[in-house]
């Protein structure tokens, strides 16, 4: 089982709907979670982190998560086509060795269809 | 602020070649890490430092794979003798790691390695 999970896509969204990108990863002693936004041949940048069980909103993103089912997910309200990109959750681990990494999800590939 | 660099952009080399990859971090982050993307197996992480200590290497894939921080603006990430299945891109990321929080990671540009 990897680590971190998600679909692959693509997902394709019409503009102004809302986009939902999911998450799911298997050490239940993680604490933080974020998510990254790369669009197609850039670096992946950091748009939202979420530490809490719940909503966390950033203006049209919103991070949920429930520790107990594993989940997490993204929402993108008024999706735009700028929003189109590959979106990468990461939740921070503790590695066999003691130390603590990022461990990152292949990515859902969001389209949004004007 | 600058942000990471990286370079070279693009690399296209030989099988058997020493590739050397080369990053700056941003002033002050005291968190360096290297990590490998590719298609098939999303983004990896192979290394990350700590004030210019190697902390975890556990990601580094074989032996022909090296790193070193001499100082907090510098760091290379060497592939001997490099191979085709090498070929990904390379990102370097740092971070201010406060309170000893490697949360907020920003990425470099990229190196596009291609092994021929």
């Known amino acids: 089982q990897k680590e971190v999970e998600q679909n692959s896509g693509p997902l394709s969204v019409p503009e102004g709907a809302i986009a939902s990108l999911n998450c799911t990863y298997s050490?239940?002693?993680?604490?933080?979670f974020f998510w990254y936004r790369q669009y197609s041949g850039k670096s992946p940048e950091l748009i939202m982190s979420i530490y809490s069980n719940g909503d966390k909103e950033d203006g049209r993103f919103t991070a949920q998560l429930n520790k107990a089912s594993q989940y997490v997910s993204l929402l993108i309200r008024d999706s735009q086509p700028s929003d189109s990109a590959t979106y990468l959750c990461?939740?921070?681990?503790?590695?066999?060795?003691?130390?603590?990494?990022?461990?990152f999800g292949t990515g859902t590939r969001l389209t949004i269809i004007p | 602020d600058a942000g990471v660099i990286q370079s070279p952009r693009h690399e296209v080399t030989e099988m058997g070649q020493e590739v050397t990859l080369r990053c700056k971090p941003i002033s002050g982050h005291d968190y360096l890490f290297w990590y490998r993307q590719t298609m098939m197996r999303g983004l990896e992480l192979l290394i990350y430092f700590n004030n210019n200590v190697p902390i975890d290497d556990s990601g580094m894939p074989e032996d022909r794979f090296s790193a070193k921080m001499p100082n907090a603006s510098f760091s290379t990430l060497k592939i001997q003798p490099s191979e085709p299945r090498d070929s990904a891109v390379y990102f370097c990321?740092?971070?201010?790691?406060?309170?000893?929080?490697?949360?907020?990671?920003?990425f470099g540009p990229g190196t596009r390695l291609t092994v021929t």
């Open positions: 990321a740092s971070s201010p790691g406060l309170a000893g929080d490697i949360d907020e990671q920003y």
């Open positions: 990461a939740v921070r681990v503790i590695t066999n060795f003691g130390n603590e990494k990022l461990t």
């Open positions: 050490d239940r002693g993680s604490q933080s």
